[in-house]
């Protein structure tokens, strides 16, 4: 019987070997997708301090309101209020990307505080639960297939979320410099000339009529 070896990734920071399940290396913290070797994997005491009671006292101190308005721009971020400050960012596990506007909403403010504070025990087990995810991940994570990361240089490119409404800001398409705007041709203008001249000729025009509209014709030559 052949022995099936498990697949591993090797982190391109330290060489540790990891199994091709995790996302983080379990030596240095390090995001495996993550090209520019920046972003990590968010520690329990960024993840608790940093983020949970942060996160409540910017609550209080705005009186809710402010929070919620705070949000409101932090969001287009990938970020809450508290993770702003705290450089932490918000991926989604399956694209490895940060998430849109919508879904921070979804996280921070549906799962995270109304369903977990209407729940017995709710805000307790979510909370628990990063205690014992290999990924940092509260149990409103788990929901929405997301993860926190630490960026302190910012998100990499390959990690920024691009909106689709992008393309609508595109700068207008121009003709290529080798197709040129074709001028009006000598011999087009030359025959309109002398139509010109003809329906002059035969009093159809006035003489001021005439006089006008051949000035307008040699401008164009």
Not at 38 to 46: K, L, M
Not at 63 to 88: E, N, R
Not at 186 to 212: C, G, P, W
């Amino acid at each position: 019987m052949t022995n099936v070896v498990p697949a591993v990734e090797i982190c391109p920071r330290c060489g540790c070997a990891n199994g091709l399940l995790g996302i983080f290396c379990t030596n240095c913290n390090l995001y495996l997708r993550d090209g520019s070797q920046t972003v990590e994997r968010v520690t329990f005491t960024r993840r608790f301090f940093g983020s949970w009671l942060l996160e409540s006292v910017l609550f209080i101190v705005t009186l809710f309101v402010g929070w919620f308005i705070w949000l409101i721009f932090t969001a287009q971020k990938a970020q809450s209020p508290a993770k702003t400050l705290t450089s932490v960012y918000i991926i989604n596990i399956e694209t490895g990307r940060a998430v849109g506007a919508g879904e921070v909403w979804v996280r921070d403010v549906v799962l995270k505080i109304i369903v977990a504070g209407i729940v017995p025990f709710g805000s307790l087990v979510d909370a628990i639960w990063v205690l014992v995810d290999p990924n940092r991940q509260a149990l409103h994570d788990k929901i929405v297939k997301t993860v926190p990361v630490f960026a302190p240089r910012g998100l990499p490119d390959s990690m920024v979320n691009v909106p689709n409404a992008a393309a609508l800001y595109q700068a207008p398409t121009l003709l290529p410099a080798s197709q040129p705007i074709a001028a009006p041709r000598v011999t087009d203008i030359a025959e309109q000339m002398r139509e010109l001249k003809r329906l002059h000729d035969e009093q159809l025009i006035s003489d001021e009529e005439y006089d006008r509209k051949r000035s307008d014709l040699a401008a164009k030559l």
